[in-house]
Every structure is written in C-alpha cells, then in structure tokens.
C-alpha cells in the first residue's frame, strides 16, 4: 500500500516548488538521457511537473502521470501551451496502449512504495508500458548514506513561500527497522499562529536488494551513480542512481519473482 499520510505533502503545490524546486542538474539528467533515447517519455509520480515541464520546453514528446489532483492541476496550469499530457492515475495500476522509449520516477519516488506488493506492481506497469529494449531511470535514498537513527524535532532549514514569507522548517524521524521504512513529520511555521504538520513516509532498499529486485522484474541495470554529475555509485553514496534498460525478452509479469529473494 501507499502510506496516505505521503499525499498531505501534496496538497500546497505552490509552495511545494517554492521549497523543492530548482534542481537543474537533476533536470538535464533526465533531458540528456531523453535525448539519448528518442521517442516518447513517460514521468509516473510527476508531481507538479517540475522535470515534466523542463522536458518539454526542450522539446522532448513527454507524459506525466501522478495520482494527486492538486499537484496536477498546477503542472497544467503551468505547462500553458507546451504540448504534454497530464493523467490522473496511480503509477501501480495505471494503464495506456502508449509504450515509451524511457520511464522514469524522480524525486526520491520509488521509496514511496512501501512492500513488495507496491514496488512489483510499479515495475509491472513500467515493463508493460516501455518498448522493447525502452529505458527505466530513478533515484533512491542509499539507507548505508543516510542517518536512520529516530531524531526529536529538529531545525531543517527554510524557504520563502509565494507571499514573500520565510517559512521555518523543522521535523522529526522514526525508522522501523523491520519495515525498512522511515516515518519523518515536517513542522512548517509561518510566523504568528500558522503552522503546518506533515507526515511522509519512505522505504529504504540497499543496492544489492535493489539490484535483485530489478533483475527479477526483467530489468538490466545499465549504470548506477551517486549523483547526478554520473560520479560512479560507492556504497556509503547519499544516492543511487539507477539506470536500466528492458531486457528483450521480459514480460509484464513475472511469476518466478518471490520476496524470498530479498
């Protein structure tokens, strides 16, 4: 399943790329890889459409797909006249007669799948829907890079809403060991009495559960980087970076697959 507590991260978009946009090297990540794989993109858990949109000025015929009606509403409000399409859908069970050239998530996306179940279905929905040898591209946190240690609320820094208000950020985390998932809460202050609580929730894979994974949904991992200058994955990396491909002869399903891999 999908933790609802993640969707009320969505539900002030304006202010939601005020505090997480302007990642431009993430954004030519994805350009470059596009154009190195002509033909259609599709984004799942597009969001606002902050990569999304930075495809399609440059050109790239691209789908953004994400299951929160607020966030979509704003990447179309944005997108003006730049010819791309918003669905409103669940990247799990989503379903199109368009295959792609190359699928991606961003923004740390994938770890909101939280069980095998959610991670199968999302990779089903990808290999059903690229092309033969298509592309598969995202970005996980690497938990062996990350502080997985429960914290009291501490202070997380800032931004300037679209008011022209700096807004304080603060939070708390609580990682379930046995879960792998991590439970942070986002205290958001305004100044005077407005005040915001948010709750998110994130799995963490290591690389060689990931790894194992994607083998046995039909993927072949073509690199993986620790950023997105392409420095080479190491295994204390704050990221991994995964780029795969569709093996040929995959299928949409794969019946062999069994958590007992994991």
């Given at each position: 399943m999908i933790d609802h507590d993640n969707l009320e991260e969505y539900l002030d978009p304006i202010n939601y790329d005020l505090e997480f946009g302007g990642e431009t090297d993430k954004y030519n990540f994805y350009l470059e890889l596009a154009r190195l794989n002509p033909g259609e993109v599709l984004e799942l858990a597009c969001g606002t459409g902050l990569t999304t949109l930075h495809l399609s000025k440059s050109g790239i015929n691209i789908t953004g797909v994400d299951i929160?009606?607020?966030?979509?509403?704003?990447?179309?409000?944005?997108?003006?006249?730049l010819p791309v399409e918003f669905i409103e859908a669940d990247a799990r069970t989503f379903n199109s007669e368009k295959h792609f050239s190359m699928i991606y998530l961003t923004g740390n996306a994938f770890q909101a799948f939280l069980s095998d179940e959610d991670q199968r279905a999302l990779l089903e929905t990808v290999?059903?829907?690229?092309?033969?040898?298509?592309?598969?591209?995202?970005?996980?946190?690497?938990?062996?890079?990350?502080?997985?240690?429960?914290?009291?609320?501490?202070?997380?820094?800032?931004?300037?809403?679209?008011?022209?208000?700096?807004v304080?950020?603060?939070?708390?985390?609580?990682?379930?060991?046995?879960?792998?998932?991590?439970?942070?809460?986002?205290?958001?202050?305004?100044?005077?009495?407005?005040?915001?609580?948010?709750?998110?929730?994130?799995?963490?894979?290591?690389?060689?559960?990931?790894?194992?994974?994607?083998?046995?949904?039909?993927?072949?991992?073509?690199?993986?980087?620790?950023?997105?200058?392409?420095?080479?994955f190491n295994p204390f990396s704050q990221s991994i970076i995964s780029v795969c491909r569709k093996n040929k002869d995959s299928k949409t399903t794969n019946p062999g697959y069994s958590s007992e891999l994991f």
């Amino acid at each position: 399943m999908i933790d609802h507590d993640n969707l009320e991260e969505y539900l002030d978009p304006i202010n939601y790329d005020l505090e997480f946009g302007g990642e431009t090297d993430k954004y030519n990540f994805y350009l470059e890889l596009a154009r190195l794989n002509p033909g259609e993109v599709l984004e799942l858990a597009c969001g606002t459409g902050l990569t999304t949109l930075h495809l399609s000025k440059s050109g790239i015929n691209i789908t953004g797909v994400d299951i929160s009606s607020s966030m979509l509403e704003y990447a179309r409000v944005k997108a003006q006249d730049l010819p791309v399409e918003f669905i409103e859908a669940d990247a799990r069970t989503f379903n199109s007669e368009k295959h792609f050239s190359m699928i991606y998530l961003t923004g740390n996306a994938f770890q909101a799948f939280l069980s095998d179940e959610d991670q199968r279905a999302l990779l089903e929905t990808v290999n059903k829907h690229l092309e033969p040898n298509g592309l598969f591209v995202f970005e996980t946190r690497n938990p062996l890079g990350t502080d997985l240690s429960n914290e009291e609320e501490s202070p997380w820094g800032e931004f300037i809403d679209k008011d022209g208000i700096t807004v304080k950020l603060s939070g708390t985390q609580t990682y379930d060991t046995s879960n792998q998932i991590m439970h942070w809460v986002t205290f958001r202050d305004w100044g005077g009495s407005k005040k915001t609580i948010s709750r998110i929730a994130c799995r963490f894979m290591d690389n060689n559960m990931l790894q194992r994974l994607l083998t046995n949904c039909g993927f072949c991992i073509e690199n993986q980087y620790s950023d997105w200058d392409k420095t080479p994955f190491n295994p204390f990396s704050q990221s991994i970076i995964s780029v795969c491909r569709k093996n040929k002869d995959s299928k949409t399903t794969n019946p062999g697959y069994s958590s007992e891999l994991f």
